[in-house]
């Protein structure tokens, strides 16, 4: 069972540039999220959605965006990358609203 | 609004110590309640759950009883191991529509043999 797979798992990138962090779920989850690990703060949501052609900002939407196309996938775009930016991105999903969440590995993002 | 509070680590115990880490919440609502496990390297895994007061969710030895009049989940377990060691993260959902969790900062463990 693949679960949550997100691509890649380790990335640099320069100041400026743009690029895309893939997720995709094979559960048939109607909920996803997008989350941000950075030291002493926790995970952040970014942004979520809750069904194919829904999505919504979460908690730091700031230099992202999504799109939900498919209820298989949700990807997140950094439209002009900042160092600010430099973190470890989870993207997970969900059943239901009082459902557990599945966590993808990670994405290691450095932006120099 | 709607939060967690968790103990801060670094926690270090020796291998078969209790193990309590400490995890408070607010919220306007009755949210189901999440410990979540990371290991090294590795994204988060639900280590235990419960979604109303009282219950207690359990696994591999740990376990949590969400209470209500205390608004806390506080995660125990008896005799810790060194393949234990990673960080724990309590989180709620807010049982909002959208189904999305508000996690504590993390608290870092471990175990020495």
């Known amino acids: 069972n693949a679960g949550v797979t997100q691509t890649p798992k380790f990335q640099v990138l320069k100041t400026g540039q743009s690029m895309t962090l893939q997720c995709a779920q094979d559960?048939?989850?109607?909920?996803m999220s997008w989350y941000r690990q950075d030291p002493g703060m926790g995970l952040r949501l970014i942004h979520y959605?809750?069904?194919?052609?829904?999505?919504d900002q979460g908690e730091v939407p700031n230099g992202y965006n999504v799109s939900r196309s498919t209820t298989e996938d949700f990807p997140l775009r950094l439209l002009s990358a900042a160092p600010s930016q430099t973190s470890v991105y989870f993207c997970a999903s969900s059943l239901g609203h009082r459902s557990e969440a599945f966590f993808g590995q990670g994405t290691r993002l450095t932006v120099v | 609004g709607n939060s967690v509070t968790q103990m801060e680590g670094p926690v270090t115990l020796s291998e078969e110590a209790f193990l309590t880490i400490n995890c408070t919440y607010t919220?306007?609502?009755?949210?189901?309640l999440f410990w979540y496990v990371q290991y090294p390297g590795e994204g988060l895994q639900l280590l235990l759950k419960?979604?109303?007061?009282?219950d207690k969710g359990s696994n591999k030895g740990f376990e949590a009883t969400y209470r209500k009049e205390t608004t806390s989940f506080h995660l125990e377990k008896g005799s810790v191991q060194v393949s234990d060691s990673a960080v724990y993260f309590c989180a709620q959902n807010y049982g909002g529509s959208q189904g999305n969790l508000i996690f504590g900062k993390g608290t870092k463990l471990s175990v020495k043999p």
């Open positions: 959605s809750v069904g194919a052609g829904i999505t």
């Open positions: 919220a306007t609502g009755y949210p189901s």
């Open positions: 419960a979604t109303k007061a009282d």
């Open positions: 559960m048939n989850h109607e909920y």
